[in-house]
Each structure stands twice: as C-alpha cells, then as structure tokens.
T-cell receptor, first 112, second 110 residues
Framework: DGGITQSPKYLFRKEGQNVTLSCEQN?????MYWYRQDPGQGLRLIYY???????QKGDIAEGYSVSREKKESFPLTVTSAQKNPTAFYLC???????????FGEGSWLTVV | GIQVEQSPPDLILQEGANSTLRCNFS?????LQWFHQNPWGQLINLFY???GTKQNGRLSATTVATERYSLLYISSSQTTDSGVYFC????????????FGTGTRLKVLA
C-alpha cells in the first residue's frame, strides 16, 4: 500500500537520551515535513525538506536534528537538548510546491 | 512570519446543524489546505484550496486569497464530524513550507 509510515507509534525514553523517530514514504514525494503537537494545541513545524540532501529549519528546530539521505526517508532525532520533548510527532510528505501534503499516523513520545 | 488564526476556537453543535469555520492569514499565500484531525490524532485531508470554491459531499470550502481568508462549511453535521479542524498555508514561491492555524475544536452532539 502507498503511504507514509511512522514508527514507533509509542515510545518511552528516559530524560537525557536521544531518540530517533522514523518516517518513510513510498509516494515518490519530494517534500517531507516534521511537526510537533502538544496536547490541545496546533501543529508547529520542526524541519522540512524540499529535496534529498537538503532541509530547512522550521519554527521550533532547537533540540532536534534531521537527515534526508534518501528520497523516501526523513528521520527525526530528538536530542537531550530539547527541554520538553514529550509530545505527538507528525510526519508529512507532498509532491512539492502547489500541492497537497499528506500525514502519517504520528508517533507519541513520552520522556520520563 | 505569516500568522494563521482560526475562529471560533471551540464549537458545539447539535447533530444536523450547519456551521462555518474561518481561517485568516496575515500575508499572501500560494497554498492552502483544510484538515480534520480525528480523536485518534490522524490528520485527514479535506480540501486543497488556494483560491476559489470546492465541495465534497456535506463539506465545502471557499478561499478569497485577495482578502486573506478561507471558510469551511459543514452542513447537516454528524457526530463523526467531531474533532479539530485545521487550515494550513504555504506562504509563497520558492518554499514548500506549510504553517498551521490555531484550529477549531468541534463537538457534535447526538
């Protein structure tokens, strides 16, 4: 099936540990995105990538890192520098400029 | 950066009622989408509508780009329409960036 796959769906980590969230798409989309959503809040852009080997910071990039070595993959690392990492993380992809973006099912990260 | 405000923030309807959700944005945009986030967190595409009017069943949307707003109409609401509605805008040429609005939380009562 075509789509966007995020894993894991639920993740628990101890404070101070780095965590990597996976996002894979088989839609042949150029653009990929990571958003963070806190309970009862909207979506805030962390990073986005318009093409392989290139990515740009969003509005809340501090404490996060990404890579885009393959067109289909855009992993997000939540580092120990992120002060409040507990949140719902959503990955999206799109064909590119002037087109719809589509979302994966999200990953719930809890840091204790 | 561009600001995206949605109104009302919360809305409670009786099943069968109609509603209008509004999205205002502070600068010109080249992309605009409406999403529905269901209670399980999944974001579902409703419309890609940078300008003009579209309809899909009981839902329709209108964007007036020159006046920097978009409207989402829900007619004959059902309990399954409950959730949060977001608009997202792409600010301009040369970037694929999408910024989300503040959301409207809708609850439809049986």
């Amino acid at each position: 099936d075509g789509g966007i796959t995020q894993s894991p769906k639920y993740l628990f980590r101890k404070e101070g540990q780095n965590v990597t969230l996976s996002c894979e798409q088989n839609l042949n989309h150029d653009a990929m995105y990571w958003y963070r959503q806190d309970p009862g809040q909207g979506l805030r852009l962390i990073y986005y990538s318009q093409i392989v080997n290139d990515f740009q910071k969003g509005d809340i990039a501090e404490g996060y890192s990404v890579s885009r070595e393959k067109k289909e993959s855009f992993p997000l690392t939540v580092t120990s520098a992120q002060k409040n990492p507990t949140a719902f993380y959503l990955c999206a992809s799109g064909v590119g400029f002037g087109n719809t973006i589509y979302f994966g099912e999200g990953s719930w990260l809890t840091v204790v | 950066g561009i600001q995206v405000e949605q109104s009302p923030p919360d809305l409670i309807l009786q099943e069968g009622a109609n509603s209008t959700l509004r999205c205002n944005f502070s600068d010109s945009v080249n992309n605009l989408q409406w999403f529905h986030q269901n209670p399980w967190g999944q974001l579902i595409n409703l419309f890609y509508i940078p300008s003009g009017t579209k309809q899909n069943g009981r839902l329709s949307a209108t964007t007036v780009a020159t006046e920097r707003y978009s409207l989402l109409y829900i007619s004959s609401s059902q309990t399954t329409d409950s959730g949060v509605y977001f608009c997202a805008v792409g600010p301009g040429t040369g970037t694929y960036k999408y910024i989300f609005g503040t959301g409207t939380r809708l609850k439809v009562l049986a």
